[in-house]
DNA sequence: AGCACGCCGACT
DNA sequence: GTCGGCGTGCTC
């Protein structure tokens, strides 16, 4: 039996599968989706296998055999090794990349090499050679360590690398090398009575070639009782630690022994010692939502509005048929039942299911009403989880234990073998792209797994993305790829909110000067008075502090990057975002020196300082980067605004997103239009689905909410429609700008960013890059052309320019944008000239790297 | 990614 | 004349 085998070195040249031999000791082991440890030139790595043969076109006498198998079950299946190897193509990554991604941090590998003194080289021969001081020095070192990292001996003896490289060739130096996943499993002290059998937790046992398996045997069963009586009577507390295992003979964890029966751990430890009892460390599950208990929810009574769109849904589930759905709902039109219901269906067939959220709306209150509903059926995958507990609870996918998913973005890659089911929600979020390699859209990959598996898709939205509204209108020639469902009332029939534009250009112009209208702070007055409460958001992307001199314009930069430091109040600090970099705030211009130097824009901070001032007294809770980074910060920010412990809840995109409190009456945006201003062609698009979801935020109970948006371009449609409520009114007004200009979804998007320390060369590279874009893109269209297929091809290169931010840790960066349209896929085309100008990338230290469907075009 | 093999400058 | 710089190429 041979295996191919894709290797754990993200390069070029490595990007293909290797063929191993299966010893006779792993067959029945090494399946399709199995984690392997495989030697690979002078190591042993881990790889993933993805496919079996009865023979190989490789020469037998350089094949190599998989060395082990590290787990059970293979954590990946056939489909998600197909996906890996489809997502390689469309997204031009590594096929290591995609399989990794589709597993938990946990599983993947971190390779270690020690070294130790050899025991042949103390005793025999050596002893009569005369060893430098150097030597005696790491002999000596290893001998009191016995076994060292390579890494901490070679920090030990920074200049000694060439002398313990040459050691370890004269086997004075032995070296051995491991191969881990990035974290144990979580053990606990378990208590074993006599006879009971320890739980199969088989998930992570590694199997050897060479090795068979040994089953853990427990021996004969003493009578508890009857050592219970023996002992002396002062022993009554391990009496009754005897007694109770006696009754009850199952295994048990210690802590939880100790806590039944208020015994210390050395009396149970004292009875291990005795031999009677067992006393073993065993693998267990992390609980992220152990002690939380989730009330009970039963499915509601359905509008008839949401009883359509569920009929259809479960008519596509019960045909087992393939359909993408675009679900578009006002905020408070139900959406969220209409998921729970569709997922009862696809569990009552006996298929699973995943829901998406984005991350920032992953709130406790999603997560509980889904383990409301389908309890303990559910798995809960964010980044908030550690990296164990994300483990745990992907464990339980594997084991069949649950078979509802609800997560972010990587969630879409849970080994489930019946998928039914794959729900989106707020589809149009950004926070589905993966911004680093794999860079691929959650959207895309639902896609595709519900094709693969005859299931459907359900991409839920307010304010959907152009691309998907658009793929719901019928293309030329066909039916739509995605069929529309409309909810349009909300399910308490409580009227969205009033909005308010307010120019902040006319307030300027009166005299004010303040970061707040004067509607803005008289709303917030009276909300105070009445023991109401306040949403503010700060649109902050684009919108960090800076820091500038008001005498000679001077603004603080990072010396490594072309962008402004920003401001960090904690700290006094200014920070680089894109490379770290950080200097103190500086008291005098360093061009001038005049004082006059002080921080613009508006941060959070800002705002939370300025309402302070304005209103003392006044409690705001702040989230941001700087106070949500610490785990579990973002629930205990908003149970706190829930219990009314503060007035105003001041934030980034993050309040805008899926909260809902009861005594919210007041949103107010401080700044709208800052991301019309960036480099990015959907910036309208943000703008306007921003608006509309924080609009969504103000009175959705009993009480009336209204909404101020400040802006100075209040004549801008994004702004204008959002203040409606009016999704269709955007999209009229937005889709002929994309057209004209030809961008998404009139045509695809691939960006190339080519990284250099030099510019000439850098620009010397681009230009070559684009040139051949453009052949074989020209040779294409031709090719379509002549071909007759009436295929509708497009391929157009821009560029190359120097990128947005022309320069990241001392690296200038240039980029060409690849827009093209047909089936004759573009992503072909670039990886053919990526493939050509490899030798020259790796040979003059440049990087080019693919960005396909690239949220914005920095 | 590592690591080895292989061809040109400053040293015993 | 050698030690060692890192350029080039391979890993089943």
């Known amino acids: 039996m041979f295996a191919k085998v894709i290797v754990d070195v993200p390069a070029k040249q490595t990007n293909r599968a290797f063929d191993y031999s299966v010893p006779p000791s792993l067959q029945g082991w090494v399946e399709v989706g199995s984690r392997v440890g495989v030697p690979f030139g002078p190591r042993v790595l881990q790889g993933f296998v993805v496919e079996l043969h009865e023979t190989t076109t490789v020469d037998p006498k350089r094949l190599k055999a998989i060395r082990h198998v590290l787990d059970a079950a293979p954590p990946l299946t056939e489909e998600l090794v197909q996906l890996g190897h489809w997502m390689s193509s469309t997204y031009l ?45 790491i002999l000596n070192y290893l001998r009191s360590k016995g076994k060292a990292k390579m890494e901490d001996l070679l920090d030990a003896f920074p200049e000694d690398g060439g002398l313990i490289r040459q050691m370890l060739d004269e086997g004075q130096l032995v070296e051995t090398q491991g191969m881990k996943d990035r974290l144990a ?15 199969s937790e088989a998930a992570t046992e590694t199997h050897d070639a060479g090795t068979s398996g040994n089953a853990p045997g427990l021996g004969g ?149 889904f383990k409301g509903r389908f309890g303990d059926e559910v798995a809960v995958m964010h980044s908030r989880l550690s990296l164990g507990e994300r483990y745990d609870e992907w464990r339980k996918i594997m084991r069949r234990q649950v078979r509802v998913v609800i997560g972010a973005r990587s969630a879409v890659f849970v080994p489930f073998r019946q998928l039914g089911l794959i729900i989106i929600d707020e589809e149009h979020e950004s926070s589905y ?126 010396p490594h990057c072309d962008i402004s430091l920003t401001y960090h109040q904690v700290s006094r600090t200014l920070r680089c975002h894109y490379c770290g970099y950080a200097e103190r705030q500086m008291e005098l211009c360093p061009d001038c020196g005049s004082e006059h130097i002080r921080h613009f824009g508006t941060g959070t901070q800002r705002v939370e300082e300025e309402l302070v001032k304005l209103f003392p007294g006044i409690r705001v809770i702040r989230m941001d980067v700087d106070t949500t980074t610490e785990k579990g910060s973002h629930e205990k920010w908003l149970t706190m605004f829930r219990n009314k412990q503060a007035d105003v809840l001041l934030g980034t995109q993050m309040v805008a997103k899926g909260l809902d409190f009861p005594d919210v009456t007041l949103v107010g945006v401080i700044a709208a239009d800052t991301v019309l201003n960036l480099p990015d062609f959907r910036s309208a698009e943000r703008t306007f689905q921003l608006l509309t979801q924080v609009a969504g935020r103000a009175g959705r109970h009993q009480l009336p909410g209204e909404v101020f948006v400040q802006t100075y371009t209040p004549e801008h449609y994004s702004v204008i429609t959002a203040s409606r409520h009016d999704y269709e009114g955007f999209v009229e007004e937005e889709l002929p700008h994309r057209r004209k200009l030809g961008y998404p979804p009139y045509c695809r998007l691939i960006l190339i960013t080519l990284t250099h320390e030099q510019v000439p060369l850098l620009v010397r590279t681009a230009e070559a890059v684009a040139q051949r874009l453009r052949e074989l893109g020209a ?26 931010i022309p320069r990241i840790k001392d690296r200038y960066r240039f980029q060409c944008v690849v827009k093209y349209r047909g089936e004759a896929s573009a992503s072909r085309i670039v990886a053919k000239v990526l493939d050509e100008f490899a030798e020259r990338t790796t040979k003059d230290k440049l990087t080019i790297s693919v960005d396909v469907d690239p949220q914005m075009l920095m």
Not at 444 to 457: K, L, Q, S
Not at 495 to 522: A, K, Q, T, W, Y
């Open 433 to 558: 792209k993966q911004e680093e390699s794999p860079k691929y859209h959650a959207r895309d990959i639902a896609a595709w797994r519900a094709r693969y598996n005859g299931a459907a898709v359900v991409l839920g939205s307010a304010t959907p993305s152009l691309e998907s509204i658009q793929k719901t209108k019928a293309a030329p020639g066909g039916k739509p790829e995605y069929k529309l469902l409309k909810m349009k009332s909300r399910v308490a029939g409580r009227p969205l909110p009033p909005v308010h534009i307010v120019d902040m250009r006319e307030e300027l112009r009166s005299g004010n000067r303040s970061m707040f209208s004067r509607l803005l702070h008289r709303g917030l007055e009276e909300r105070l008075l009445k023991g109401e409460q306040t949403v503010l958001l700060l649109n902050r992307r684009g919108y960090a502090t800076f820091v500038m001199c008001r005498t000679c314009g001077y603004v603080a930069g990072c």
């Open 93 to 137: 990554c590594h096929e290591v990349t995609a399989l990794q991604a589709m597993l938990p941090g946990a599983l993947k590998a971190k390779y270690e090499r020690f070294v130790q003194a050899s025991e042949a080289g103390s005793a025999g021969r050596t002893e009569l050679l005369l060893l430098l001081p150097a030597q005696e020095n």
């Open 779 to 804: 040779a294409e269209q031709e090719n379509v052309f002549a071909s007759g297929t009436g295929e509708d091809f497009f391929m157009n290169v821009l560029g190359p320019v120097a990128s947005p």
């Open 221 to 369: 069963s003493a009578d508890l009782l009857a050592i219970a009586e023996e002992l002396p009577a002062r022993s009554h507390k391990q009496k009754e630690v005897l007694r109770y295992l006696h009754e009850n003979p199952r295994p048990i964890r210690l802590t939880e022994l100790m806590d039944k029966l208020q015994v210390g751990a050395g009396t149970v430890k004292g009875l291990a010692d005795k031999g009677w009892i067992g006393l073993r460390e065993v693998e267990v599950m992390r609980d992220p939502y152990a002690n939380r208990h989730f009330e009970e929810t039963k499915p509601l009574p359905l509008t008839p509005e949401q009883q359509s769109v569920y009929d259809d849904i479960a008519a596509t589930l019960d045909s087992r048929s393939h359909q993408v759905y675009l679900l578009q709902g006002v905020t408070g039109s139900g959406k969220t039942e209409v998921y729970l219901q569709a997922i009862s269906r696809c569990l009552e067939q006996g298929r699973e299911a995943i829901v998406l959220v984005p991350e920032i709306s992953l709130t406790p209150q999603m997560v509980e009403r």
């Open 185 to 199: 499993t979580k053990k606990a002290l378990t208590v074993f009575p006599p006879g009971a059998h320890e739980a």
